[in-house]
């Protein structure tokens, strides 16, 4: 099937710049990225990831850990580890 239809979209030079270098590391373009979620929003019917807004703890945690409250930092995954008794 020939691929003559268009998509056009407005984003912000920052973000696609910083969405272009990961997509480059992944050896991926813009257009395959873009050709690869339509295909799995077809395979899936609907979005391949959940997208809603979240609860009121949720946002009250990423709030936090935004703003590095009650964040625990750790040198190495061996102290990660012990710290959780593993």
């Given at each position: 099937?020939?691929?003559?239809?268009?998509?056009?979209?407005?984003?912000?030079?920052?973000?696609?710049?910083e969405v272009e270098?990961?997509?480059?590391?992944?050896?991926?373009?813009?257009?395959?990225?873009?050709?690869?979620?339509?295909?799995?929003?077809?395979?899936?019917?609907?979005?391949?990831?959940?997208?809603?807004?979240?609860?009121?703890?949720?946002?009250?945690?990423?709030?936090?850990?935004?703003?590095?409250?009650?964040?625990?930092r750790f040198g190495?995954?061996?102290?990660?580890?012990?710290?959780?008794?593993?």
């Amino acid at each position: 099937m020939s691929k003559t239809a268009t998509i056009r979209t407005r984003i912000e030079p920052n973000l696609k710049t910083e969405v272009e270098d990961i997509l480059a590391q992944l050896g991926l373009t813009a257009s395959e990225t873009v050709h690869m979620l339509y295909r799995q929003i077809k395979l899936q019917r609907g979005l391949p990831f959940d997208v809603r807004i979240p609860n009121a703890l949720t946002a009250r945690t990423l709030t936090a850990s935004k703003t590095g409250k009650n964040v625990k930092r750790f040198g190495s995954k061996k102290e990660l580890f012990a710290d959780l008794g593993l």
